[in-house]
């Protein structure tokens, strides 16, 4: 059982610090797998120290019932949700949609981040096969922006070729249930078709929040997720769909 706490701790810390050499120390999220690293070096060292110097730490019955009982409830939350996150990054629109939302990221000065590129890369092929879609390019000015999100993909999807009377920019959300709200304003029709381009983790919440919304046609359009960065984003998914949840988002 040590072991088990030694190398997972140990996996946790290298995977902190992989995260932090490609994305910076402010990458978001990080912090968990420093904080889980910490934690199972540290039961493991408590062990280990048990282990060697004679001391009983056993818990009464009803303590180690309990906290058994809590940590299996919050694996078995955490598996569900992961499940309807994976579930939702295989979704596929082939048809076309009369709107497709793309959903800003972080945005680095005027230049979209790596995530941001890999939505508008997707929603440009995306338009090459459906060009009777009208993209609306959602995302308003955040910290350290200088433009807004809208704005910088406008800027990106200009130079890659797509006319700008195929674009209408939402300039005001600064999160996906605003993303949503918000860019139904440019949207005609009583039920029109919609299609939500994200990185494929964020699917299931994205298009979870637009049903809730009253989007009744909407289906996602994945794009890919960072090869290194996957894990951690999946993870932090988890937790934004509780966040939505509990505040009646989805």
């Not at 992989?18 to 999220?29: D, E, N, P, Q, V």
């Not at 968990?32 to 009983?56: C, R």
């Not at 609306?136 to 130079?159: F, H, N, P, R």
Request: aromatic fraction near 12%.
């Amino acid at each position: 059982m040590g072991l088990f706490f030694l190398l997972s701790g140990i996996v946790f810390l290298l995977y902190y610090i992989t995260i932090i050499i490609y994305a910076g120390l402010r990458a978001s999220f990080a912090w968990l797998w420093l904080a889980g690293g910490i934690i199972f070096i540290g039961i493991y060292a408590l062990l280990e120290y048990k282990k060697h110097h004679g001391l009983s730490m056993k818990l009464p019955n009803w303590a180690a019932i309990s906290l058994i009982t809590f940590i299996v409830a919050v694996l078995l939350i955490f598996g569900v949700i992961e499940g309807f996150i994976i579930g939702g990054m295989s979704q596929e629109t082939t048809n076309t949609v009369d709107y497709t939302v793309v959903l800003g990221a972080q945005v680095r000065g005027s230049v979209p981040s790596k995530a941001l590129r890999r939505r508008l890369d997707t929603a440009y092929d995306y338009y090459l096969e459906h060009p009777d879609t009208i993209l609306i390019l959602s995302g308003g000015q955040g910290t350290g922006e200088d433009i807004s999100e809208a704005q910088a993909m406008y800027d990106y999807l200009c130079k890659k070729g797509i006319p700008a009377s195929r674009m209408v920019q939402e300039n005001r959300s600064t999160n996906t249930a605003e993303n949503l709200k918000f860019s139904m304003a440019y949207m005609e029709g009583e039920h029109p078709s919609v299609g939500i381009v994200t990185n494929n983790f964020h699917i299931y919440r994205a298009v979870s929040i637009g049903r809730k919304q009253g989007l009744t046609r909407i289906s996602g359009i994945p794009a890919p997720g960072d090869p290194i960065l996957q894990i951690n984003y999946m993870v932090r998914e988890c937790f934004g769909v509780i966040k939505d949840k509990l505040a009646g988002n989805m």
